[in-house]
């Protein structure tokens, strides 16, 4: 099996395991697990907040009004949805589209630490407040450092962190859709200079980052969920 096909398969592994999570109280409220989508050999990975309702009942990220300006804003600076892998923080939704917990975000985020370690993005572009804090490993608020690119570590790999406003941000406040729009703008830029190769990473990254490994099992669960992989 190619590289490629290697990356698929262990990324379908992992969601399997997503889709059998009852680790928090999350499992209770879900129609599907929103794993994530788009190309399992992206250069450049988007991590957002939590699923929406709509994304909960299609079990798939950003299919609302969110993801519109997401795809509008990428077809801006020249890139596909289809050419990138989308994510989330929580991969279940918080019911009523509540902020998610601490409690929640722990839980979940080995799921997420997995997909960048197996995706290898070049650039992670971290939607929000929820997706920076967590992959920062630092407490600082999206409006302090959104296009502010730095050379993170997360687990084993060293990858190019671009922090954005959210989307959902963007939707109704113009002020706030032109600096995403300017921000996006760096996006080409990023992903040209390539993988940091001896840059020292800033900061300590997030915490408790484990290499991929087994997860335990929860019961079956009988429910949707999609994995649009490319
Ligand atoms: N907002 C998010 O953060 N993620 C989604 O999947 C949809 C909306």
């Known amino acids: 099996m190619s ?10 592994d992992v969601y399997r395991q997503a889709r059998a999570c009852v680790a928090c109280p999350l499992h209770e409220t879900r129609n599907t697990v929103v794993f994530g989508s788009g190309n399992a050999d992206a250069d450049l990975m988007f991590v957002g907040e939590a699923p929406g309702a709509n994304e909960d009942l299609q079990g798939m990220p950003f299919v609302g009004q969110a993801g519109k300006l997401l795809e509008r ?41 997995s997909q960048i370690e197996l995706i290898e993005p070049v650039v992670i572009c971290t939607l929000g407040n929820f997706a920076t804090k967590l992959l920062r490993g630092e407490p600082d608020g999206i409006s302090r450092v959104h296009g502010q690119a730095e050379v993170r570590a997360i687990g084993p790999r060293t990858v190019r962190l671009y922090p954005l406003y959210h989307p959902a941000a963007a939707l109704y406040t113009p002020s706030t859709l032109e600096m995403l729009r300017a921000d996006f703008l760096r996006i080409p830029e990023l992903l040209r200079l390539g993988p940091p190769a001896g840059e020292e990473p800033a900061g300590e990254g997030p915490a408790g980052v484990e290499p991929a490994g087994e997860e335990p099992d929860g019961p079956p669960q009988p429910e949707g969920g999609q994995l649009g992989l490319f």
């Open 73 to 113: 804003l990428l077809g801006e600076v020249g890139i596909a949805r289809d050419e990138v892998f989308i994510a989330n923080t929580v991969k279940c939704r918080p019911p009523g589209n509540r902020d998610p917990y601490p409690h929640e975000i722990d839980a979940c985020r080995h799921f997420l630490y």
């Open 3 to 12: 590289a490629a096909a290697d990356r698929r398969e262990s990324l379908k």
